[in-house]
């Protein structure tokens, strides 16, 4: 079965750390593109990093220098390193399969979401 | 940055309702444009990709249409499962944005 499942999440204070992880099932994450989103209480869906098959990656204006995706092939798992953490910050955080190519450019498979809260 | 604009924020809908759903991209994306449905509590769900294209297990009373700058999501007739938020997203160049969501509630 193609599944995501999340990890790491839970309370920090303002300035802290925190790594998320995303432990990949029935395929391979160094082959995909893989994204975290992420979801603040109430509101909607921000894009928020992405690592593609060939090693590059992208950061949302809002946690860039701050946050780091990364991957390890041997664990099949994808991860998301969050430095410097802001209030702001505090919100469920997903990682998604960017499947691509083909005309098909989606978010496919979803994890069921780790919540991070960020709070003295 | 591209911004993702959706209309309406919310809406009240009957079963057996046909109802649409638009985003409006602030510049040109092609057809680079999905949509997803997410339930409280739970995780976004992809529906629709490349603007038009079902994706495999989604009912076929839903369909996007659409390209450039101004798309449409329609579902044919509402069903019980359908009251949902719905997300479009751009896919045409990073930052990947989210229109802000439409909240598709029961009348």
């Known amino acids: 079965e193609v599944q995501l499942v999340e990890s790491g999440g839970g309370l920090v204070q303002p300035g ?10 029935g395929f391979t994450v160094s082959s995909n593109y893989m994204s975290w989103v992420r979801q603040a209480p109430g509101k909607g869906l921000e894009w928020v990093s992405v690592i593609y098959s060939g ?21 099949n798992t994808l991860y998301l390193q969050m430095n410097s953490l802001r209030a702001e910050d505090t919100a469920v955080y997903y990682c998604a399969r960017w499947s691509a190519g083909g005309g098909y450019d989606a ?3 979803w994890g069921q979401g780790t919540m991070v809260t960020v709070s003295s | 940055d591209i911004q993702m604009t959706q209309s309406p924020s919310s809406l009240s809908a ?18 680079y444009l999905n949509w997803y449905q997410q339930k409280p509590g739970k995780a976004p769900n992809l529906l629709i ?3 038009s294209s079902l994706q495999s297990g989604v009912p076929s009373r839903f369909s996007g249409s659409g390209s450039g700058t101004d798309f449409t999501l329609t579902i044919s007739s509402l069903q019980p499962e359908d009251f949902a938020t719905y997300y479009c997203q751009q896919s045409a160049i990073t930052p990947y944005s989210f229109g802000q969501g439409t909240k598709l509630e029961i009348k």
Do not use: E, P
């Not at chain 1, 860039?64 to 990364?70: L, P």
């Open chain 1, 55 to 75: 090693g590059s990656t992208y950061y949302a204006d809002s946690v860039m220098g701050r946050f780091t995706i990364s991957r390890d092939n041997s664990k």
């Open chain 2, 49 to 51: 990709y490349a603007a």
């Open chain 2, 14 to 31: 009957s079963v057996g309702d046909r109802v649409t759903i638009t985003c409006r991209a602030s510049q040109s994306i092609s057809s």
């Open chain 1, 107 to 109: 978010f496919d498979i």
């Open chain 1, 16 to 25: 802290g750390s925190l790594r998320l992880s995303c432990a990949a099932s």
